[in-house]
């Protein structure tokens, strides 16, 4: 963060989809499946996460970040927190504010809290969203509306506060099927106009918003269960997406896109993949 802040910027984030210039991560150091906190794990459990394949694809995807010119700042892994790769849950950044969440799933709690004090010394400005769980997986920012799912990990009175803290924002609470863990893991905004969609996920209501709004490339459920929503906008029409979700690449070239592949199947069996592991703290408005 301080490499930031010496180059005379500041924080900034608007949508999903503006160049990214830099990101927090954090290193599957500790990475494991310790209990199932979700259906991918469930799947996973048995044959669990083999670490030194996950932290050698995280470091590839790391180097692919910076090769587009993303500055890549790391998080210190604690070993008490096994899920600590997926930075994107534990806060967003909205305007020039990290907002920081309150995390829902005891195997989580207390990442926010190692967040919030490596945030402190790096003299930023934070706002601690306690009392009601809401995790960042379920936020999803597209200018002055922001989507935020009601989750196992998100609560309405959570999204009602939300709206209280953001007056000149339209918060749009988004129900959908829990067992999808996050918002991102079943919609995700490409562009101003182009999103990722899991019909399956979504009430008819929920669904035809989006599709009136955005148009969207439908994911399969074979492809959302290797999470082809998650993927993460590097702007310039810039994408990285798994290599197995071979429709959802295909879409996506079919509209001009970039499609930067990278595998990191490893991870992914705990429930996340690259929107769930990047926390962007600065994109350059288009």
């Known amino acids: 963060m301080s490499l930031l802040l010496k180059r005379g910027k500041t924080m900034t ?3 999903e989809y503006d160049p990214l210039k830099s990101v927090i991560v954090c290193p599957p150091l500790f990475m494991k499946i ?3 906190i979700n259906e991918t794990q469930k799947h996973f459990i048995e044959e669990n996460i083999n ?22 700042i790391s998080l210190p892994a604690v070993r008490n927190f096994p899920e600590q790769v997926f930075t994107r849950d534990i806060g967003f950044t909205l305007g020039s504010t990290i907002f920081i969440s309150e ?23 934070l706002y601690d969203l306690k009392g009601q769980p809401i995790e960042g997986g379920d936020v999803i920012i597209d200018g002055r509306t922001i989507y935020v799912g009601i989750s196992n990990r998100t609560t309405k009175e959570a999204i009602d506060n939300l709206q209280t803290v953001l007056p000149d924002y339209e918060v749009i609470p988004v129900p959908f099927t829990e067992k999808y863990l996050h918002l991102d ?23 035809k918003m989006f599709t009136s709004r955005f148009d969207c490339i439908e994911v399969t459920e074979e492809e ?12 310039d029409k810039k994408v990285f997406s798994l290599p197995v979700n071979k429709n959802v690449n295909s879409e996506l070239r079919k509209r001009g896109y970039e499609v930067i592949e990278v595998d990191i199947s490893e991870i992914i069996k705990s429930g996340g993949s690259f929107r ?8 350059d408005e288009a």
């Open 224 to 235: 959302q269960f290797t999470l082809g929503t998650n993927v993460l906008s590097i702007g």
């Open 34 to 36: 310790h209990e199932v």
């Open 185 to 207: 893991c079943v919609f995700n905004i490409l562009s101003p106009s182009e999103a990722l969609i899991f019909p399956g996920a979504l009430e008819r209501k929920e669904y």
């Open 13 to 15: 984030v608007h949508n």
């Open 276 to 283: 769930c592991c990047t926390l962007p703290i600065l994109r």
């Open 51 to 72: 670490r030194d394949v996950a932290i050698a694809q995280h470091q590839q995807f790391v180097q692919k970040m910076e090769e587009h010119g993303v500055e890549v």
């Open 103 to 125: 995390m829902e799933s005891e195997i989580r709690r207390g990442e926010e809290q190692v967040f919030k004090s490596w945030l402190e010394k790096q003299q930023v400005k």
